[in-house]
C-alpha cells in the first residue's frame, strides 16, 4: 500500500459536554483539493483548526508523509493557512503582508524580494507591494492573504470559508483563481465551506460532515450519483423526498408503493429496510419528467406554480396529501406549452436515479 501523503486518523474533539468531531478519519493524496462540506457546527472548522495546530485533539492523529505533526508547533508545520479571521495586518503594506512568512523564517532580503514578487504575480497582484490593505476591495485583500499563504511553498494549505464575506460574482471569481493556483503549483488543499456549489466548483474529492463525523468522501459526481446517506442526498445537490411504502426489498432495490398506490420497482436501496415499513425515497427535480393529464404508472398532482429560470423551468407540483415536489424543465420542454397553474400532471422518473433510505 502507498503510504498517504497527509492522514487524518481517528481524530475526535470534546469541549466538556459537547464532542465536536468524532472519528474523522481520511488520507489526502499529495496535491489532492479536499473539501470539508457542511452546515455549521458540524465539526469542519474544528477539524482544520487541528490540522492547523490550534487546537490539540482530544484523540487520534495527524501524519504527514508518515510522521505525526501533533507534537509540532502551528508555526513549524509548514502549513500555510487563509481563514477569514486571520485577515492582513493594516499597519504593513501588501509587500510586507506577503513577506511576512518569510521574515519570522529569517530569509535573506534578496530571496524575500524575489519570493514576494512571484507570490503576487501567482495571485495576478503584481505591482502592488507598496499598496497599504485598507486601499484593496476585498476579493484583492483575499488574493493578498493567499499570497502570503503560499510565499514560502507549502506543501499543505488550508483554506477556512476564505470567500464567505464576498459577493457572488467576485466570489465566482475567485474561485476560479484558486483553481488555477492549484493546478499551477500543486499544493495540497483542504478547503472548508458550508456552500455545495463551492465544495462542487474546487474539489477533487469531498468530505461531507454531519454532526461533528464524516457521512461519506466522494467525488462530486460519486456523491450525487450514490449518495450513502439521507443527509448527504439532502446537501449535494436539489432534491425531494416523500415517504413511500416499501413492498419488498432485496437488500440492494426496493420495490416501493408511492402515495396514490403508484407501484416502482428497482429502486436503489441505502441502509438496511425491512420487508415492510416506509421508506424515504429522494427524487431529483432534474430527473424527473412531466406529463399533463393521468398517466398509469406515475406519480398524479396539480402544478401550483411556475417559474422560469433562463436555461430551465421550475415547476412545483402537488400530489395529493403530500407535500409539493420541485420538478425542473429544460426550456422548451413539450409539456411547457400548454402547462398552467391548476393543471393535473404526471411525474415519472426512471427507477434507478431515485434512492430509497431508512
Ligand atoms: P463548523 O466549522 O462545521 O461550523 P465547528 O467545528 O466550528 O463547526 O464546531 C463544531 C461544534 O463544536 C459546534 O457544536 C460548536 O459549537 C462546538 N465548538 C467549536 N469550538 C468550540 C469551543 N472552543 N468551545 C466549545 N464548543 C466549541
Known sequence: ??????????????????TAVENVTMDI?????????????????????????FQDPSDGDILLK???????????????????RYTLFPHLSVGENVAF????????????????????????????EDRRPALMSGGQQQRVALARALVYNPPVLLMDEPLSALDKKLREEIQFEIRRIHQETGVTILYVTHDQEEALRLSDRIAVFSQGEIDQIGTGPELYAAP????????IGDSNFIEADVVSSDGQH?????????VIDGVPLHGALSG????????????????????????????????????????LVEPEGVAPISVRLPFGHAALAELAPGNKVSMSFNPSDAHAFK
Do not use: C, W
Open 254 to 262: 426496493a420495490k416501493l408503493a408511492l402515495p396514490g398506490g403508484t
Open 29 to 53: 493524496a499529495e496535491g489532492e483539493f479536499m473539501t470539508f462540506l457542511g452546515p455549521s457546527g458540524s465539526g469542519k472548522s474544528t477539524t482544520l483548526y487541528i490540522l492547523a495546530g
Open 101 to 128: 512568512p518569510l521574515r519570522i523564517r529569517r530569509r535573506p532580503q534578496a530571496e524575500v524580494a524575489e519570493r514576494v514578487k512571484a507570490a503576487l504575480k501567482l495571485v495576478r497582484l503584481e505591482g502592488f
Open 228 to 235: 450513502a446517506t439521507r443527509f448527504v442526498a439532502g446537501f
Open 276 to 315: 415492510s415499513g416506509k421508506a424515504a425515497l429522494l427524487l431529483r427535480p432534474e430527473r424527473m419528467n412531466l406529463h399533463l393529464g393521468e398517466k398509469p404508472g406515475s406519480l398524479g398532482g396539480t402544478v401550483r406554480d411556475i417559474t422560469f429560470l433562463g436555461n430551465n423551468i421550475h415547476v
Open 66 to 84: 508518515g510522521k505525526s505533526i501533533l507534537a509540532t508547533p502551528s508555526h513549524k508545520r509548514s502549513i500555510g493557512m487563509v481563514f477569514q
Open 1 to 18: 500500500m502507498t503510504q498517504a501523503f497527509l492522514s487524518i486518523r481517528g481524530i475526535r474533539k470534546v469541549y466538556g459536554p459537547v
